[in-house]
């Protein structure tokens, strides 16, 4: 998975962007992962966020080698400062050249750092759709950043022949057709169902 070097910033934003619209009430409240809470993605962004950071910088360790399967997500009680401003972390970390040479890891996998890349904003903006999904929020990432992602997810969705993989990267594939917006279709490719609303 090769890819030119590309900016975080932009959907690092719009995903800052829905804090501010998250009540209290909504964290307890369900998302398209059905093992999470609204509290539990935002808890799974603020540790990916510093993993990938840190996976960007080469400062490996803790941060860099915990499975995100080890446990359910915690969510800190500063939550809604740590997050915007790790967000902004993330994207000025991934702006060092520096970060794209050689490999690093996260999650405890070793990855070149430019597939890092582009798993990070993957997992940014996907989960980015959950949090406005499931708290009633309009959510519109910049088209450079869609595209990114639907590369990445279109090839993980296709064998090594070519053929469908059932399974996907993130669940079984959702089909759309070609003329979907590519919000939809990158969502689709997640394995989300993109009409997904809180008890629908």
């Known amino acids: 998975m090769k890819a030119d070097p590309f900016d975080l910033g932009p959907v690092c ?3 800052a962007g829905l804090v501010g619209g998250i009540s209290e009430e909504q964290l307890t409240g369900p998302t398209p992962c059905p093992a999470y809470t609204v509290r539990e ?3 799974h962004l603020v540790g990916l966020t510093v993993a990938f950071r840190d996976a960007a910088r080469k400062e490996l360790g803790p941060t860099t080698d915990t ?3 080890a446990a359910l997500p915690v969510l800190p009680d500063d939550w809604r400062e ?3 401003r790790q967000l902004d972390e993330l994207a000025e970390a991934w702006r060092s050249p520096g970060a794209w040479q050689g490999g690093t890891r996260v999650g405890g996998v070793e990855l070149p750092g430019e597939v890092a890349a582009v798993v990070a904003l993957n997992e940014v903006q996907i989960h980015g759709w959950d949090l406005a999904r499931s708290t009633g929020q309009e959510y519109a990432p910049d088209e450079a950043s869609l595209r990114v992602s639907y590369a990445m997810l279109i090839a993980a969705a296709r064998s090594a ?3 469908p993989a ?3 990267l993130f669940g079984p594939p959702v ?3 070609e003329e979907a917006p590519l919000l939809d279709r990158v969502i689709g490719l997640s394995g989300r169902r993109p009409g997904w609303r809180p008890g629908a």
């Open 13 to 15: 934003r719009t995903v």
């Open 41 to 43: 993605v935002l808890g």
């Open 67 to 69: 499975s995100p399967n």
């Open 82 to 84: 740590a997050l915007p």
């Open 161 to 163: 022949d070519g053929d």
């Open 166 to 168: 059932p399974d996907g």
């Open 175 to 177: 089909e759309l057709p």
